[in-house]
């Protein structure tokens, strides 16, 4: 530790310094002592308890603080906010994740200003299953999952709603008469617009499965756009530009500079994994299959693609980090050893600002287990509105044998019944996110004794 003359000295070194700096980075540091790491690294504690840690080149990488500590990208930005009632993340494409576990074993989690889930675990027979009552812009939804172990971790995999008669599953596997031309509604709305130079339906199809190929890709680009138009991102910081604006990235992370778009080799590859898809549910509807095919260990094989289904932010094999986001497509490399957390995969498309095409990521297995539940969760509800649908709006008649037996509910459908007033939840949430953020930054750069300039 640097005696008082020498830990002031160093203090204004580096407050001249970070006066050029961007985000939090230009906030200047209050008087305190100060410890020089081997790395270069410093520690500075100042009065009331207040613990900051910076880089060696006097960015800052988190601030602590009685019972909540924040940490911060390179770049000056928020990175992680934990209080004792909150969990805020913030992504490098500016998203925000906030995770509250609530008094009654709830867990609330905010993914935009009008966006998230709230979580309960609960018994039904001899099973346990954990249900999520979603909010979105275009509707209340839930989904149910059981959990299972896996290599030492706990993971879940979704629960379909219903399970319809094999002669349906046979109708939408196998193709089509001929190919049929279809209009989907959403051609002209600000999402597809958007993404166009990524995602480009099928001009024609022909079979279902290739018509839920469009419609799960299609959905969670939806899906993706809202919560984009939704995010609540706070800077903290009236200076700090919106995410977008922010010029090139910061140091140590890399982002495409254009679009690599689902290509039509690729879109197959998804189409395949679809298929497949219908063959497990055909096979778990009939009862000769187990209902574990949506664990991961099916999926863990060289090739096999997963579409991203939450913005992550994940590393490369050259320690450098970018971001996922909902829609983006990776391809596994190899089996993870038994004994890893990961996997590593290859970005195989990807949207502009999002890990370039091409590099090699490692992404945790729960997350994988999130895309494959994402993936039979969008099948479930296309599954659904093709049944709904066959015989209208362009699309062929399935045979009367594959949709006169009714869809036979795979749990208590009480089960699925979504929990009420979670938007209003998720909207006091977000207020009790910004008060926290901006208590802490009162507390970590208010108006306390700065080192002298």
């Not at 709830?106 to 979580?119: C, F, M, N, S």
């Not at 993971?155 to 596997?173: K, M, N, S």
């Not at 509604?185 to 597809?192: F, H, K, R």
């Not at 664990?295 to 320690?319: G, I, M, Q, R, Y």
Request: glycine share 8%; aromatic share 10%.
């Amino acid at each position: 530790m640097l005696n008082h003359s020498g830990a002031q000295a160093l203090l204004h070194e580096v407050n001249t310094a970070r006066s050029g700096m961007q985000g939090f980075n230009r906030k200047p540091l209050p008087s305190g002592d100060v410890s020089v790491h081997p790395n270069g690294h410093l520690t500075v504690n100042a009065v009331g308890g207040r613990q900051y840690e910076l880089r060696g080149n006097g960015t800052l990488a988190s601030f602590r603080s009685g019972g909540q500590s924040a940490s911060f990208h390179a770049n000056g930005r928020v990175s992680a906010v934990h209080t004792p009632n909150l969990d805020i993340r913030h992504g490098l494409n500016g998203g925000r994740t906030v995770v509250t576990q609530r008094p009654d074993k709830t867990v609330l989690v905010g993914t935009g200003a009008k966006t998230g889930y709230l979580e309960r675990t609960g018994v039904a027979g001899d099973r346990t299953f954990i249900h999520r009552t979603y909010v979105s812009e275009r509707a209340t939804y839930t989904r149910v999952f059981t959990t299972y172990s896996y290599h030492g971790m706990a993971l879940e995999h979704f629960v379909p709603a219903f399970y319809y008669a094999p002669e349906f599953y046979g109708w939408a596997y196998y193709p089509w008469g001929a190919p049929i031309p279809y209009a989907w509604a959403w051609t002209g709305d600000p999402w597809y617009g958007f993404y166009s130079p990524y995602f480009s339906p099928y001009a024609v199809y022909p079979s279902g499965n290739a018509w839920l190929t469009d419609y799960f890709l299609a959905r969670t680009l939806q899906d993706a756009y809202q919560q984009q138009m939704s995010m609540a991102y706070v800077g903290n910081d009236a200076d700090t530009p919106p995410a977008e604006d922010a010029g090139p990235p910061p140091e140590g992370t890399v982002a495409a500079e254009t679009w690599s778009p689902i290509t039509p080799e690729l879109k197959a590859a998804i189409a395949d994994e679809v298929q497949h898809q219908l063959a497990y549910e055909n096979a778990a509807a009939s009862g000769t299959l187990p209902a574990n095919v949506g664990e991961l260990p099916s999926a863990l094989k060289p090739n096999h693609v997963f579409v991203v289904a939450n913005s992550l932010d994940v590393t490369t094999t050259d320690e450098q980090t970018c971001a996922l986001s909902p829609g983006d497509v990776l391809r596994l490399t190899a089996a993870p050893p038994d004994d890893s957390p990961v996997a590593d995969l290859r970005v195989a498309s990807s949207k502009r600002a999002d890990c370039p095409a091409g590099v090699q990521v490692s992404v945790s297995l729960q997350d994988l287990q999130d895309m494959q539940n994402n993936m039979r969760a969008q099948l479930d509800a296309g599954l659904q509105e093709l049944r709904t649908r066959q015989g209208n709006g362009g699309l062929p008649a399935a045979p009367q044998s594959a949709v006169a037996p009714p869809p036979r509910p795979v749990m208590d459908s009480a089960l699925f019944a979504p929990d009420a007033n979670v938007a209003g939840m998720l909207e006091t949430q977000q207020q009790e996110a910004k008060q926290a953020e901006s208590g802490l930054v009162q507390t970590a750069f208010g108006s306390q004794p700065l080192a002298k300039q």
